[in-house]
C-alpha cells in the first residue's frame, strides 16, 4: 500500500508540472502575439504622424517659395509669403489654404531680441483625424556685404487633433539659410 500512494503521488505531482510548463508557454506566446500588435499599432500611427508633418512642411515651402522671386529687386519679399520685412506679402489678414483646406488662420509675431525677424504659426487640420501644427522663423540678416534670408520650419504631425491615450507626435525640421550652415533660428 506505501507504495500505490508514492506513485499517485508521482502521478500528480508530474500532471502538475506539465499543467504549469503549458501554461508557462501559453501565457509567453500570449505576450508575444500582444506586444506585436501594440507595435504594429504604433508604426501605423507614428506613419500617420509622419505624413501629417511632411504636409505640414510642405505647406510651409510652398508659400516659402511662391512669392520669393516675384521680382528679385524687391527685397521685402525675399523670404516668400512669410517675409520677415512685408509680412503675408502685405496682406491685411494672413490666412492660407493647404491640403485641401482653406481660410486657415496664420498667426504672426516678433521674435524678441531680433530686428526683422517673425514668427508665423498655423495649425493645419487634416484627414482621418490627424493635425499639424506648423512654425516658420524668418530672419533676414546681413553676413558682411550680403543679405541672407533664413527661414526655420518646424512642422509637429500628431496621429490625432484630440488628446488620447495613444498619441503620436512626429517632428520635421527645415532650414534654408542659402549657405548649407546650421540655422541660428533653432533655439528662438
Known amino acids: 500500500m506505501i507504495t500505490e500512494n ?9 500532471t502538475v508540472l506539465i499543467l504549469a510548463s503549458a501554461l508557462s508557454i501559453s501565457l509567453g506566446i500570449f505576450y508575444i502575439v500582444f506586444v506585436q500588435l501594440q507595435i504594429n499599432r504604433g508604426a501605423k500611427e507614428s506613419y500617420a504622424a509622419l505624413y501629417a508633418a511632411e504636409a505640414g ?16 529687386k524687391n527685397t ?19 490666412t492660407i489654404s493647404c491640403a485641401g483646406q482653406t481660410n486657415i488662420p496664420v498667426t504672426i509675431s516678433d521674435i524678441s531680441g531680433l530686428t526683422q525677424a517673425k514668427k508665423y504659426k498655423f495649425n493645419l487640420p487634416g484627414t482621418n483625424g490627424v493635425c499639424t501644427d506648423v512654425t516658420v522663423k524668418i530672419q533676414k540678416r546681413t553676413e ?45
Open 144 to 188: 558682411g556685404t550680403n543679405t541672407v534670408v533664413e527661414t526655420l520650419v518646424d512642422a509637429v504631425g500628431k496621429n490625432s487633433c484630440v488628446s488620447t491615450n495613444f498619441l503620436v507626435n512626429r517632428i520635421l525640421q527645415y532650414c534654408d539659410n542659402g549657405k548649407g550652415k546650421p540655422c541660428t533660428l533653432v533655439d528662438l
Open 6 to 14: 508514492k506513485s499517485r503521488g508521482v502521478t500528480l505531482f508530474l
Open 57 to 72: 512642411k510642405e505647406c510651409a515651402l510652398y508659400y516659402r517659395y511662391q512669392y520669393k522671386w516675384t521680382d528679385p
Open 76 to 94: 521685402a519679399l525675399n523670404g516668400g509669403f512669410w517675409s520677415p520685412t512685408n509680412a503675408c506679402a502685405g496682406s491685411g489678414s494672413c
